[in-house]
């Protein structure tokens, strides 16, 4: 039997973790965190407020695409939470063994923005999200993937993520 992975995708604040989880949850499917795939020295950059390069980011993708293909290689369908900004991230992701589908968490830079201003304890800096709309790419029409607007509730997203995807 073929596995599925969510990769929950967006800038930072859009949702991905809160969205993630409650897919994960109503779906039974093991969750990762991609933010704690990180390298120690990536925290360390976006921490001091410095953008990640594509080169810093690339052990990260393998990391969470390596992580992908170890539950399908177990039979399991999985969700991760991945930024998975740029076309050329999400082809990387695509390598796992699992089918990857792309959840983009689509939001305005002021609604996010708003969000990113009452979060706390989260490594990334709000002065971040500009250098991460800049690299956004959306989801190309032949990407196998959906985007949803994330003013709706979590719960909500997740219902629309689980019809479209028919899962």
Same mark, same amino acid.
């Given at each position: *039997?073929?596995?599925?992975?969510?990769?929950? *995708?967006?800038?930072?604040?859009?949702?991905?973790?809160?969205?993630?989880?409650?897919? %994960?949850?109503? !779906?039974?499917?093991?969750?990762?965190?991609?933010?704690?795939?990180?390298?120690?020295?990536?925290?360390?950059? *976006?921490?001091?407020?410095?953008?990640?390069?594509?080169?810093?980011?690339?052990?990260? /993708?393998?990391?969470?695409?390596?992580?992908?293909?170890?539950?399908?290689?177990?039979?399991?369908?999985?969700?991760?939470?991945?930024?998975? !900004?740029?076309?050329?991230?999400?082809? /990387? !992701?695509?390598?796992?063994? %699992?089918?990857?589908?792309?959840?983009? !968490?689509?939001?305005?830079?002021?609604?996010?923005? %708003?969000?990113?201003?009452?979060?706390?304890?989260?490594?990334?800096?709000?002065?971040?999200?500009?250098?991460?709309?800049?690299?956004?790419?959306?989801?190309?029409?032949?990407?196998?993937?959906? %985007?949803?607007?994330?003013?709706?509730?979590?719960?909500?997203?997740?219902?629309?993520?689980?019809?479209?995807?028919?899962?």
């Amino acid at each position: *039997m073929a596995t599925t992975c969510l990769v929950v *995708m967006g800038v930072s604040g859009s949702g991905k973790t809160t969205v993630a989880h409650e897919l %994960a949850r109503r !779906l039974g499917w093991p969750f990762a965190e991609g933010d704690e795939l990180h390298t120690e020295a990536n925290i360390a950059k *976006m921490s001091a407020g410095v953008p990640l390069t594509d080169a810093d980011r690339e052990p990260w /993708l393998r990391r969470v695409r390596d992580w992908i293909s170890a539950e399908d290689a177990a039979g399991r369908s999985t969700v991760v939470t991945c930024s998975a !900004l740029k076309r050329s991230y999400r082809d /990387l !992701l695509r390598e796992a063994g %699992a089918r990857v589908r792309f959840v983009h !968490l689509d939001g305005t830079r002021e609604l996010i923005a %708003a969000r990113l201003a009452h979060r706390s304890g989260h490594f990334m800096p709000p002065a971040l999200l500009d250098s991460q709309f800049a690299a956004l790419e959306p989801l190309g029409e032949d990407e196998d993937g959906i %985007a949803v607007d994330v003013s709706d509730t979590p719960e909500d997203i997740a219902t629309e993520v689980i019809a479209a995807f028919d899962l």
